[in-house]
């Protein structure tokens, strides 16, 4: 049914009335892709960790380098082009993100040294911190914020996915082909990718709308968002959100945001630390517990499937029940994290389902708190707000390699690595609980602010 709008057009009230459309889903569809594989290339590496140490007679310790340096490239993308998405454009930075990525993955397969591997994976870290973060703040400015935490579950179930295939891709491709396989698959895909989505992404209606001079732009895009209205041909759109002057990052921490936002980003780093501690080193040291090389690779998909049934429950009851969900996800976590040192040594059928439950409390917790990135921020800061958090947080994820390459170098026992693990989820459930003390004011305080445009 066609009804007629007035010549004020609230963005706001058009997106939050919306069913879920044909528009909405193309847009979920093409983010749940670039997550998914996005998800593949984080866990690449690890995955071909195993086989590249044996090839090049690498010292275990001396290769968590290459872990922690493509994450710190990832920080520095979450962090710098995060910032630039808030100013040029969501759009440019998701494509230039998985571009960027899906070069120097490619390039990994060609690698013959540490230090090749090392620079390589440092920039491809780079394209994907810059557009994980990005395609989440995309996502959700299509979204009515009822919904919102659901949509960003949906989008890490999708790089869960990616990243639990890419364990069952390297379990088929290694032993057939070799390690370079799985970096073949993890780069050619990202750059076809990236070439497709410069003509099916459309940019954030929201910021198209607060940078001004972008009518036709915004008028396009609602008309096929909400078919059912009738935009007259002079509608002025008006946003109520403002767009202040500075660097957005400042904004952080102003009108009371600095609790949430220091206490977001302990969050962050204790949480990746145990996640990365896991998922980097997982398949490695059940392989160094004597289990055979498939079932640990396949153990370290089901670690990150576990994480996509767990990250679409958890936001699921996010959206109901509240951040205490999220902090459960974390208590949760902590014994079946040091289950996993145990069941290693009794049986496989005993690890597999331990390990599932560990990636569905520890990984699906970690998405639920990106649900709460990806919404206690306004729009104006959303991307910033997003990419700080998930760039700070890999400090924690550069130190969870590090650390677990130091004390298997010390041949700790195995059952102890796993309590190394565990201390920072329970950490992080403290954090998380201080996030959820923050006034809900602070997440979205929008002022009124009409932004004049007008439709060709």
């Given at each position: 049914m066609e009804m007629s709008q007035s010549k004020e057009v609230d963005i706001e009230a058009l997106?939050?009335?919306?069913?879920?459309?044909?528009?909405?889903?193309?847009?979920?569809?093409?983010?749940?892709?670039?997550?998914?594989?996005?998800?593949?290339?984080?866990?690449?590496?690890?995955?071909?960790?195993?086989s590249i140490i044996q090839a090049w007679h690498i010292n275990k310790a001396n290769f968590g380098s290459v872990f922690g340096l493509g994450l710190f490239g990832y920080m520095i993308g979450a962090?710098?082009?995060?910032?630039?998405?808030?100013?040029?454009?969501?759009?440019?930075?998701?494509?230039?993100?998985?571009?960027?990525?899906?070069?120097?993955?490619?390039?990994?397969?060609?690698?013959?040294?540490?230090?090749?591997?090392?620079?390589?994976?440092?920039?491809?870290?780079?394209?994907?911190?810059?557009?994980?973060?990005?395609?989440?703040?995309?996502?959700?400015?299509?979204?009515?914020?009822?919904?919102?935490?659901?949509?960003?579950?949906?989008?890490?179930?999708?790089?869960?996915?990616?990243?639990?295939?890419?364990?069952?891709?390297?379990?088929r491709l290694i032993p057939q082909f070799g390690w370079a396989s799985v970096f073949y698959v993890g780069g050619i895909v990202p750059i076809a990718l990236a070439a497709v989505l410069t003509f099916t992404l459309p940019e954030s209606v929201y910021f198209l709308a607060l940078t001004r001079n972008r009518s036709k732009k915004v008028g396009a895009i609602l008309a096929r968002l909400r078919p059912d209205v009738t935009l007259d041909g002079d509608a002025q759109f008006v946003v109520r959100e403002?767009?202040?002057?500075?660097?957005?990052?400042?904004a952080l921490?102003?009108?009371?945001?600095?609790?949430?936002?220091?206490?977001?980003?302990?969050?962050?780093?204790?949480?990746?630390?145990?996640h990365y501690f896991l998922t980097s080193w997982l398949p490695t040291v059940l392989v160094g517990a004597g289990v055979p090389l498939a079932h640990a690779v396949i153990a370290g998909g089901l670690l990150v499937g576990g994480g996509a049934v767990g990250g679409f429950i958890t936001c699921w009851l996010l959206d109901k029940r509240g951040i205490t969900v999220v902090a459960m996800s974390f208590v949760l976590a902590v014994?079946?994290?040091?289950?996993?040192?145990?069941?290693?040594?009794?049986?496989v059928f005993l690890l597999?389902?331990?390990?599932?439950?560990?990636?569905?409390?520890?990984?699906?917790?970690?998405?639920?708190?990106?649900?709460?990135?990806?919404?206690?921020?306004?729009?104006?800061?959303?991307?910033?707000?997003?990419?700080?958090?998930?760039g700070v947080?890999?400090?924690?994820?550069?130190?969870?390699?590090?650390?677990?390459?130091?004390?298997?170098s010390f041949n700790v026992p195995t059952s102890q690595l796993f309590i190394f693990a565990a201390v920072p989820a329970l950490c992080c459930a403290g954090a998380v609980y201080l996030v959820g003390r923050a006034p809900a004011a602070v997440a979205r305080a929008p002022q009124v602010a009409p932004v004049h445009q007008r439709t060709a």
């Open positions: 997106i939050e009335g919306q069913k879920f459309g044909w528009f909405r889903a193309w847009v979920l569809f093409w983010s749940c892709v670039l997550m998914f594989f996005e998800g593949y290339d984080m866990q690449a590496t690890a995955y071909a960790a195993p962090t710098l082009l995060s910032n630039l998405a808030d100013r040029i454009g969501r759009k440019p930075v998701i494509i230039g993100g998985a571009f960027l990525f899906g070069v120097f993955t490619l390039a990994t397969a060609f690698a013959s040294s540490l230090s090749a591997l090392l620079a390589l994976r440092f920039i491809a870290g780079i394209g994907l911190g810059g557009s994980i973060p990005t395609v989440i703040a995309l996502a959700v400015e299509y979204t009515p914020s009822r919904r919102r935490a659901r949509i960003i579950s949906v989008l890490w179930v999708g790089y869960a996915i990616g990243g639990a295939t890419g364990g069952f891709v390297a379990a403002e767009k202040p002057s500075g660097i957005p990052v400042a921490f102003t009108d009371g945001r600095a609790r949430m936002t220091l206490s977001l980003w302990f969050a962050y780093v204790t949480s990746l630390l145990g014994p079946l994290i040091l289950s996993i040192g145990a069941a290693a040594g009794v049986s597999m389902p331990t390990v599932f439950a560990t990636g569905a409390c520890l990984i699906g917790g970690q998405m639920g708190l990106n649900a709460v990135s990806g919404t206690y921020y306004p729009t104006y800061i959303r991307s910033s707000g997003t990419g700080w958090a998930n947080g890999r400090i924690g994820s550069i130190l969870g390699p590090a650390l677990g390459g130091v004390l298997i």
